[in-house]
């Protein structure tokens, strides 16, 4: 083999990686756009913009009204006893509550003292509105759970979650709205 066809191997080996790296962005870009794409589908009917009133009881007895002032971020997180996604957020929901104003809301999870039994069972002391018949989920368009929301100190919403989030994103998130 001469050296003009060692070199015509050479361009020619150059221009199918060039093409095989352009492929590989393509597909990448690809996967990416059907991401974001199926995420929105999967959250365009959730609540944006001004947060919905919560004026509601919490399983401690004292009384959350979301129209309070608060000196930071809010997170509210939908979730439920019967639900395998949600217990594995538990634990980063309980730790959040130790540095932010968290609100979760128990949601079709039967009666009060049910949800209490659950908390109790799972060592969980986050503050809990329990939401039986789904009427504050509806407000809020979650159809399923877990959904999270993180909510500025003029209660806008500033981002939406739906399905598992870790605790890193959500925390990056409250600390974003803060």
């Known amino acids: 083999m001469n050296f003009s066809h060692s070199k015509a191997i050479l361009v020619l080996m150059q221009a199918l990686l060039k093409r095989r790296g ?3 962005v393509l597909e990448l870009g690809v996967v990416v756009l059907l991401y974001f794409g199926i995420r929105a589908y999967m959250q365009w009917h959730l609540a ?6 919560i004026h509601a009881e919490m399983l401690s007895g004292r009384q ?3 129209t309070q002032p608060r ?4 997170l509210i997180h939908f979730w439920a006893t019967w639900c395998p996604i949600c217990r594995l957020e538990q634990k980063s929901i309980q730790s959040l509550s130790q540095r932010y104003t968290v609100i979760s ?3 079709n999870s039967g009666n009060a003292k049910s949800v209490r039994h659950y908390m109790q069972q799972h060592g969980l ?3 809990v509105i329990n939401d039986p018949d789904g009427t504050i989920a509806r407000r809020y368009g979650v159809t399923a759970v877990p959904v999270s929301f993180v909510v500025n100190r003029r209660n806008q919403i500033r981002f939406v979650e739906r399905g598992y989030t870790t605790e890193w ?3 990056l998130r409250l600390w974003l709205s803060g």
Do not use: Q
């Open 105 to 107: 809301i128990a949601m």
């Open 64 to 66: 959350f009204d979301i």
């Open 48 to 53: 944006s913009g001004s947060v919905p009133p």
């Open 71 to 74: 000196k930071g971020p809010l």
């Open 22 to 24: 352009i492929k590989i």
């Open 169 to 171: 994103g959500l925390r």
């Open 125 to 127: 002391s986050f503050p």
